[in-house]
């Protein structure tokens, strides 16, 4: 699983789903609601009477396993497709924010640049000293129907000076990371499926006490913690940390982490912690050692995702109790009459186009052409009878093969599909639930109905759009990952009973004066400028 780094504040937020995306080979979704998806093309893109010039494209990009090779056969596939000589050149994504900036600063750009990040500060850095080209036509054209459902809070969270620069990829918007239970721990208690933070207590509680696996041992309790806090076990935006959702007293709205519900959450968690509720040396503990208390059946309660969290686990743990019964927790109800989960931008990665292609046109439509149709959403109809999937997954018998009536695809390394070469990796779904991500899991039974269960949940709820979606704030960028780390630390000492509850206000009180000041202000600023306000949908 991919480990968190201080890069920058929203790809480490973002991690954790990262990571899972990566271990179950998932795709995302853009925020807006079901958009009518282009009719695919089957087709050469270009039209018949354009330039027929072949063109040479460079583009350097970033892998998070094995690199492809430079001339495996879904490279060839995709110069035949577009006419052009493709020269890519990939790098490991540990080391790619350095190769990055040296061939950025050295003057070597080539025609497409990928970025990890939708909000990495040196997009807007190198997009204000000209190194882009400006895609705003690309972006607005309907003949380039995929880049159409690039939502537009996404759109504008990309904008210098009123131009946009980049093409974001995506990644699942609706489809976060939530907390999950034994519903077989339940059903021998006597239980039901919590729907409050008093009754969760309970549960927790229960889970601890009273031989909730019918071992006659004190072997189990009710929540499985790691480093960091994480998971938070929020039960929905109202109580999520990373969500600006509430406001202060002037009406500013500001980070969950220092707000009132989070201290008294913090106080939930404390008390809980006080009596053996949660993972005893969780501050010590990395995120596979958490996976391990939930997996090997020590714990009732863990987290979750539609995407799914990997078979091994769920193998481990049906060996360990075959009897074992999972299934997500639905938010709760909040105080403000709220009920659902934060959405996040439903974007990832970033792709621009080096400046100097303003005089080549004709080079420029090509990479646009090929871009848009790399897009293309085809794992509705997966297999040889959807020439686009064939075409894109490398052609049955090369880049995948069908067994049993499941499509197998061959592994990114061995460079036998065009996907594996193309600067956008996956489709773009007209919305989460097109993605279907709990097939993935039909021959893992456990994971199957868990990450089913998952995506029916979501499906029929709410989710909150912050404003936040909308700007690029530099303040925030510079400052709120390491905010976050040194709320980490207090607000865990205060769980363990190392730092009083009531140093709650000198602790926002440092916040403050440690940049939050500044980057609350500025947020809220760029918010109004925009015109945006949060929204559910």
Request: glycine share 8%; charged share 20%.
């Amino acid at each position: 699983m991919q480990h968190w780094k201080r890069g920058s504040a929203l790809s480490a937020m973002v991690a954790l789903t990262v990571a899972l995306a990566a271990c179950t080979g998932g795709t995302g979704t853009p925020s807006e609601p079901e958009p009518q998806q282009p009719s695919p093309q089957t087709e050469s893109p270009s039209p018949e009477g354009t330039d027929e010039e072949t063109y040479t494209v460079t583009i350097l990009d970033y892998r998070y396993g094995a690199l492809p090779p430079r001339d495996g056969e879904g490279l060839k596939m995709i110069e035949e497709r577009f006419n052009i000589k493709y020269e890519p050149t990939y790098v490991g994504v540990d080391d790619y924010k350095q190769r990055v900036s040296v061939t950025v600063a050295g003057g070597s750009m080539p025609d497409i640049l990928v970025l990890e990040n939708p909000q990495d500060p040196l997009y807007y850095q190198w997009a204000k000293q000209g190194a882009f080209l400006p895609l705003n036509e690309f972006l607005d054209d309907p003949q380039y129907g995929n880049l159409q459902l690039i939502p537009d809070h996404a759109k504008r969270a990309l904008e210098v000076d009123g131009v946009i620069y980049g093409i974001p990829g995506y990644t699942t918007s609706t489809y976060s990371i939530t907390p999950m239970i034994r519903v077989d721990w339940l059903e021998n208690l006597g239980l039901e499926m919590p729907t409050n933070y008093d009754e969760l207590r309970e549960v927790a509680l229960a889970f601890t006490h009273n031989d909730p696996n019918r071992s006659n041992k004190n072997d189990t309790y009710g929540m499985a913690m790691a480093e960091n806090i994480n998971p938070q076990y929020h039960l929905g935006a109202y109580w999520d940390f990373l969500a600006w959702y509430h406001r202060d007293a002037q009406g500013n709205l500001i980070p969950g982490i220092i707000s009132d519900v989070r201290r008294d959450h913090i106080a939930w968690l404390k008390d809980l912690y006080e009596q053996g509720a949660i993972t005893t040396d969780f501050a010590l503990m990395n995120w596979g050692q958490a996976y391990n208390e939930f997996f090997s059946g020590k714990a009732g309660m863990f987290i979750t995702t539609p995407r799914g969290l990997g078979e091994q686990h769920f193998q481990a743990l049906a060996e360990i109790d075959p009897d074992a019964k999972l299934a997500p927790i639905p938010p709760f109800e909040a105080p403000d009459g709220s009920r659902g989960f934060s959405a996040t931008s439903g974007t990832l990665r970033l792709i621009m186009l080096n400046a100097n292609l303003k005089d080549e046109p004709g080079k420029v439509k090509r990479i646009i052409e090929m871009i848009d149709y790399g897009r293309t959403f085809v794992e509705d109809n997966k297999g040889p009878d959807n020439p686009d999937y064939d075409w894109l997954y490398g052609r049955e018998g090369s880049g995948y093969n069908v067994v049993d009536g499941n499509v197998v695809v061959e592994p990114g390394e061995k460079g036998l599909k065009p996907r594996d070469y193309l600067p956008d990796l996956q489709s773009w779904a007209p919305n989460d639930a097109a993605g279907d991500f709990p097939s993935n899991w039909r021959h893992v039974p456990k994971q199957y109905e868990l990450a089913l269960a998952s995506a029916e949940m979501h499906d029929t709820t709410e989710h909150y759009y912050s404003p936040v979606l909308s700007i690029y704030s530099p303040a925030r960028s510079q400052n709120e990952l390491q905010l976050f780390f040194d709320m980490y630390a207090i607000q865990t000492r205060m769980i363990t009973g190392q730092t009083p509850l009531e140093e709650w206000d000198s602790m926002v009180e440092t916040y403050m004066n440690s940049g939050g000041e500044e980057m609350i202000a500025e947020v809220n600023r760029l918010i109004q400028e925009a015109g945006v306000e949060p929204y559910w949908e």
